[in-house]
Structure formats: C-alpha cells, structure tokens
C-alpha cells in the first residue's frame, strides 16, 4: 500500500478538457518551491485505464523528484467527453503538450506504460512536442500496432483449452460483451497481464475507473486485436531520430514481447533494455522493488 501523499492534486485543462492529476514532490511552480530535480510524468495504459495502478511509482519521489501522474481525457477522474471522434493519438500527444504548459513543467523524465509508451514515443518522435524530453522509460510498450497484435497473436495460439478458437467463435457471433468472453480475456490477463495472484488494490481501483469509450474508440474489445483507429500506427521508421537516454523495460510473460521490445532495442541507439524474469504486463507491480531499484539506476544515471 502507498503510504506518501501527493503534495498537490486537482484538475487543469488540457487541450479543452479538465484533467485530474496528482504530483508526488513539489513542482517547479508550487509555492516555495525549490526543487532543482526534473520531474517524472508517467503516462497511464489503456487507452482508458486511469493512473492508479502506477502509483507505486510515486516511491521515486522519497529522494526529492517529483513524480507527476495524470488520468488522460475520457478516464478516471477526468472530463468525459461524447464525442468519440476526438479520442486519437493526435489528440492524447496534443494533451500531453497542454498538460506540462499548465503546470510549467519544462523539463521532464517521460515513462509510459503500455499505450503509454506508445504515446510516449509518438511524442518523441515529433518535433514540437518532444522540446524538454530529458530521457524516456519504455514500459511493456510497442513502436506498432501490428507488432504488438503479431506478438499477442503468437501468445493467444499457446494459451490451452482451444483457446483461440473459443476467442473467434465469440467474435464471430458479437458476443464480445458476454460473461463467457470476459472469463477467456481474464485467462489471457492472468498469464500476459499480472501474475500475482491477487490484484493489489491500486490496479483494482483503475479497474473500477476504466473508461471504455476511448479504448473500444482507439483499440477494441481485447489486448490481442485492434480494431479501432490505432489499427494501423507505427513509429519504427522513426526510432532513430530519438537521440535521449531510453529504458526499456518489460517482462518474461508480457504481453508486449520479446520481439516488440528487441525492435526498440535496437533501433533506439541510446537505450538500454531490462526485462524481469518473474513479470508479465504489470512489473513495477509483481516484482516492485527490483523495478523501482532499476528505474532509480537509470534516472540518477542521468
């Protein structure tokens, strides 16, 4: 259980929306402020799975970083919106923009779990957006929709029990919604998501704060095949224009592969790459201290 308190938390607009946020260490605007450390933002899964399960994270903060985290437009605490349209990855960067102007974060740390670090990397490989990157943290994350559903693809094949055919049967008959479906999705998520277990309550709480519309909108009805508008996103023909420090990190069971992340490996020219033996999807979750341990490496490095 986290046992810090953000120092401040609340909303601001963001590219039109109010954004809920939370900062563990005090931010270069706070009053009395005098931090020198740069600032980690973390960037949330989904799309649509608020921050919360990343809050073991906030640890970070004990030796003077702040560490910022923030539900994107359509999840947790922040404004919904009914328009679908506006949920795409032009829209997320453009807010990732708005969201380090409204607090005057300037400099920062990036990491991105999962839909995070593609929102990370799509960032940082643009030109106005990417001002101010200082290093960037590559969690169980993809440079493209099609590795990631060839990776998740080969991993759906090797579940048991004729899982794959149950999986399509469903589809197949639009079932997607059904008890049945849901009960294979978490056999998948228990073996490729998080093996601990039981769910700590941080992840539990993000479940309970999922926001469905910008995931079916941008990816569709599992982790294993898009449908939505990022079906056909890529970056990797752009991995060498990123020139920062970059971690990557993922594990031995995880959904994002081995083969995904050799990709990031190396094309990125200055990146490093660890994966956790005990870890599927979630490792800053099932292997905490070690994860914590490699991210504090990393970032003092700089």
């Known amino acids: 259980m986290l046992r810090i308190r953000p120092n ?7 590219n039109g929306f109010k954004v809920w ?5 005090a931010l270069p605007k706070d009053s009395g402020s005098q931090t020198k450390d740069i600032p980690l933002v973390v960037l949330h899964g989904g799309p649509g799975f608020p921050h919360d399960y ?3 994270l906030a640890e970070l903060s004990n030796t003077g970083r702040p560490v910022v985290f923030y539900d994107q437009t359509g999840c947790g605490k922040s404004e919904r919106c009914r328009n679908k349209a506006i949920y795409t990855m032009d829209f997320f960067v453009d807010e990732l923009f708005a969201f380090r102007k409204a607090l005057g974060l300037d400099e920062i740390d990036l990491l991105g779990h999962s839909w995070g670090a593609m929102l990370a990397l799509e960032t940082a490989v643009r030109q106005r957006e990417k001002v101010g990157i200082r290093s960037l943290i590559l969690a169980s994350g993809s ?10 693809n080969r991993l759906v094949a090797a579940m048991p029990d ?4 149950k999986v399509k049967q469903l589809e197949e008959k639009g079932k997607v919604n059904t008890p049945a479906y849901q009960k294979l999705t978490r056999a998948f998520s228990k073996r490729h998501g ?9 992840l539990r709480k993000s479940r309970k704060k999922f926001g469905p519309k910008p995931y079916k909108v941008m990816w569709g009805n599992n982790e294993f095949v898009c449908t939505g508008n990022l079906f056909d996103w890529s970056v990797v023909d752009k991995l060498a224009s990123i020139s920062v420090p970059t971690l990557i990190t993922s594990g031995r069971y995880d959904e994002s592969t081995y083969k995904v992340n050799l990709v990031l490996r190396r094309a990125i020219r200055n990146s490093r790459w660890k994966i956790f033996q005990n870890s599927a999807h979630l490792a800053h979750l099932e292997e905490k201290e070690r994860y914590l341990q490699e991210l504090e490496a990393f970032l003092t490095s700089l």
């Open 21 to 25: 946020y939370e900062s563990y260490g």
């Open 54 to 56: 990343l809050l073991p």
């Open 194 to 202: 998080c093996r601990l277990r039981r769910a700590p309550a941080c």
């Open 162 to 165: 004729d899982f794959s055919h």
């Open 143 to 152: 440079p493209s929709t099609q590795l990631w559903c060839a990776g998740t």
């Open 8 to 14: 401040s938390a609340g909303t601001v607009k963001a």
